[in-house]
């Protein structure tokens, strides 16, 4: 349960908790004055559930809350609300999500802007709880966009981005938000919760125009096609995605203007990269212990390393990828995914960054690492074994090429 | 693609009732060019799949010298040019409007110039061509004796409608489908039943050929075509405009699929509302007076309302070769009954006045769906 902090001093724009991710998450459902949310129980996303039924038990939050027989239909009750103009949130994890997965490919497909989260965890079988990407990143292809949270706060944060990007009539696609389970969606954490009328501010209220199912407005969505429209919708959907790049921006700028949170830039987060040789690059909580091996090798050995901790996979942002990692002598790309069979064995997000840097005449040696995967922690000796492995890469010293690198499997 | 290395022909048929028949075809003419060395394909238009009750889908083949130039025609939708168009009923020469189809083709659209149109029917070669649309290419077409065969999906009308086709095809496309082969090949897909055989020489001897100039035909039907729009046009969101109430469909009309029409008596009509009722399509409009009229434009020629009507003979289904146009009829009855009832009985060959009995005789109804009973063929 979210323990109210007393706030040190007054502020006019927000206040402060104690809240898990979940938590973060069901506050920003509350500020977004969402009209129907749909829920089926699986950790970590069973943490929302929790979270909101409460706000709604203790009256302060007025939402349509339906839990549903099974993920598909969660899914289903969430598009079909927002098709006839109401501001919905849905979430699921793991093999949840994948149960959900014709609808999750639907509503995409229908450009119908669902706010969702993935509370990140490892795919049955073996039944696990821990965080790994792999989830969220199965839709990756199908015009979701997929921001990642580093903590509780970028969690709300988030979220109140999301509404606002996914309902921009030049964007108009449904995103899931990356929680990793447990270190983020079960961990409490300090998080400021702005006031409602400082989120009024900065997301204005859901308006599907032309689009909205309505006895007024006559129309049929999703008639079967053939091969003669098919393409023609597809091309739709990718100038969509392509113009998210830009709304985030916007959004991004109006978010810092009003509550002065996000960072210098909407895609990137850098850490101690200003004089770095060689950095790693990975998302969600996995910057955590990453930064603390990085101050550590500092003091202790002076290495120039640092971090970059990509926050949207989806819309891919090439231009600030490229721009940020090509100043560096080698990037390691930690995975908290895999992608069986796929080029060098990498994991999904190796192969994004390799591919978005292939036509830059000067470019770093990017090195794969696979790492943390069912929720396995990143302990210290691993984050120093990354660094290594990188730092060697970028002197040519590094053994077995393009070899991917599982670090703290046992052998 | 060259002639003399490949040959395309299509079968055009009433979806569904005919399926079988038009695959039958489709495979012999396959079959029979294999026995001179030939290869080729047969197929079905994917876009037609599901077929609807009676609604115009095409299957095709193709036959070729020789595995490298049948490629040119694989992995095709459908061919763009055909040497041959093969329509199994004659009411389909009113135009083609499939269901996954943009508006109304002519019969003739993928037929090369100095190609062939076969069609089944009973009828002179001049009746047939008063209702195909005017010729944009010189062809030649043929007429194949006997009527329209329906079947079920399930069952097949052995009427051997499919070897008079290919003796027809024997006939002139001899290169390719030598008489002998056709005659073989036929008795191979009847099993030994030495009938087949005769059917073919039935069909190579009495298939009436009829060279058709640019420009005969009719000019009088409705030109239905539409464009399509691109990426940057088309609404966002897979939206189609619904139709609002009353409103009917204008890009999707239907009537394409009719063998056979309601014509009403509007005399001895009861107003009973059973022919709005049960009309699947919502056809009838009512009038002022409360009598039922025919949207002939929506109207798939069912037969339902025939069906259903409890009064003898005021609904009765008639060939729609008859029919020219599709304006509503009702009007002209309000204006003077005895020009409608003599145009009544004219098309219907009923008495329009009830106490006098038929006045002519009155065809069996063909329409499979209308007619249940006759459609019902050996199984295959």
Redesign the interface.
């Known amino acids: 349960m979210a323990v109210e902090v007393k706030p040190k001093e007054t502020s006019e724009i927000e206040t402060e908790q104690l809240a898990t991710g979940c938590e973060a998450i069901a506050e920003a459902i509350r500020l977004a004055d969402v009209d129907v949310m749909a829920a089926y129980p699986i950790r970590p996303y069973d943490g929302v559930m929790q979270a909101a039924a409460k706000l709604i038990a203790n009256g302060k939050m007025d939402v349509e809350y339906i839990v549903a027989d099974g993920e598909h239909s969660q899914f289903e009750i969430v598009k079909h609300a927002c098709a006839v103009g109401a501001r919905v949130f849905v979430g699921s994890s793991g093999v949840g999500w994948f149960y959900a997965f014709e609808a999750i490919a639907v509503t995409a497909g229908l450009r119908l802007p669902v706010v969702a989260i993935c509370g990140n965890r490892a795919l049955d079988d073996p039944g696990a709880f821990g965080t790994e990407h792999n989830d969220s990143l199965a839709v990756r292809d199908l015009g979701w966009l997929l921001p990642w949270a580093e903590t509780a706060q970028e969690a709300l944060d988030l979220a109140l981005m999301a509404w606002r990007v996914a309902e921009d009539k030049r964007v108009s696609l449904p995103v899931a938000i990356g929680l990793d389970g447990a270190f983020l969606t079960h961990s409490q954490h300090i998080v400021k919760i702005p006031t409602q009328a400082a989120v009024d501010k900065f997301l204005p209220k859901f308006d599907l125009g032309d689009r909205l199912l309505h006895p007024d407005n006559p129309i049929t969505i999703a008639p079967q096609v053939d091969q003669d429209w098919l393409m023609e919708i597809r091309r739709q959907n990718d100038a969509a995605m392509r113009n998210a790049l830009g709304v985030i921006r916007e959004a991004h700028t109006d978010f810092k203007k009003i509550f002065g949170r996000g960072g210098d830039s909407p895609f990137l987060d850098e850490y101690m990269t200003d004089d770095a040789e060689v950095v790693v690059i990975g998302q969600g909580t996995l910057s955590l212990p990453m930064k603390v091996a990085i101050r550590r090798l500092r003091k202790e050995r002076g290495l120039k390393i640092g971090l970059v901790r990509l926050k949207w996979f989806r819309p891919f942002p090439t231009e600030e990828v490229v721009k940020s990692l090509r100043r560096f002598k080698a990037v390691g790309v930690i995975d908290r995914d895999y992608s069986f069979g796929s080029p060098y064995y990498g994991g999904v997000l190796y192969n994004e960054i390799r591919s978005a840097l292939y036509s830059q005449a000067k470019r770093p040696v990017i090195v794969a690492f696979i790492a943390g995967l069912g929720g396995r922690e990143i302990e210290q000796p691993m984050a120093t074994e990354i660094f290594e492995k990188t730092m060697a890469a970028a002197k040519g010293d590094l053994a077995g090429g393009d070899t991917c690198h599982w670090i703290g499997v046992r052998e | 693609m060259a002639e003399d290395r490949s040959v395309s022909i299509e079968v055009v048929y009433r979806g569904i009732f005919q399926k079988t028949l038009a695959q039958r075809i489709c495979r012999s003419v396959v079959l029979a060019a294999r026995k001179k060395g030939h290869t080729g394909t047969a197929f079905a238009r994917y876009?037609d799949s599901p077929e609807r009750n009676g609604v115009p889908a095409k299957q095709f083949a193709v036959v070729a010298a020789d595995e490298l130039e049948l490629e040119a025609s694989m992995a095709k939708?459908e061919p763009s040019v055909v040497d041959v168009s093969i329509a199994v009923d004659d009411t389909l020469v009113k135009g083609v409007e499939s269901w996954?189809w943009?508006g109304r083709q002519p019969i003739w659209k993928p037929v090369r110039a100095n190609g062939w149109l076969l069609v089944t029917s009973d009828k002179k070669p001049a009746e047939v061509l008063a209702q195909t649309d005017a010729a944009e290419r010189p062809y030649t077409l043929g007429i194949v004796p006997g009527g329209a065969s329906f079947a079920g999906l399930w069952v097949y009308k052995d009427d051997h409608t499919d070897f008079r086709v290919l003796g027809a095809l024997a006939k002139i496309l001899p290169q390719w489908i030598a008489l002998d082969d056709a005659k073989a090949a036929s008795l191979e897909l009847a099993k030994g039943d030495r009938s087949a055989v005769a059917s073919v020489q039935v069909g190579y001897d009495s298939t009436e050929m009829r060279p058709v100039k640019l420009g005969e035909g009719t000019s009088g039907h409705e030109v239905l075509q539409f464009t399509?729009?691109?990426?940057t046009t088309?609404?966002?969101?897979?939206?189609?405009?619904?139709?609002?109430p009353g409103e009917r469909n204008p890009y999707y009309k239907k009537y394409g699929a009719r063998t056979m029409r309601p014509v009403v008596n509007f005399d001895t009509c009861i107003k009973c509302t059973m022919c709005w009722l049960d009309c699947p399509d919502e056809c009838f409009e009512v009038t002022p007076e409360g009598h039922y009229e025919v949207v002939y434009e929506a109207c798939i020629g069912c037969g339902i309302c025939a069906q259903v009507c409890p009064v003898k003979d005021c609904i009765v289904m008639v060939d729609e070769l008859k029919f020219t146009d599709n304006k509503d009829k009702w009007q002209l009855w309000k204006q003077d009954h005895a020009t409608y009832n003599a145009w009544f009985e004219d098309m219907s060959g009923v008495s329009a006045d009830p106490k006098k009995g038929a006045a002519g005789s009155v065809p069996p109804n063909a329409n499979p769906a209308a007619n249940p009973t006759t459609s019902a063929g050996g199984d295959e």
């Open positions: 876009g939708y996954a943009y399509k729009p691109g990426w088309m609404r966002p969101g897979i939206i189609v405009e619904a139709r609002k």
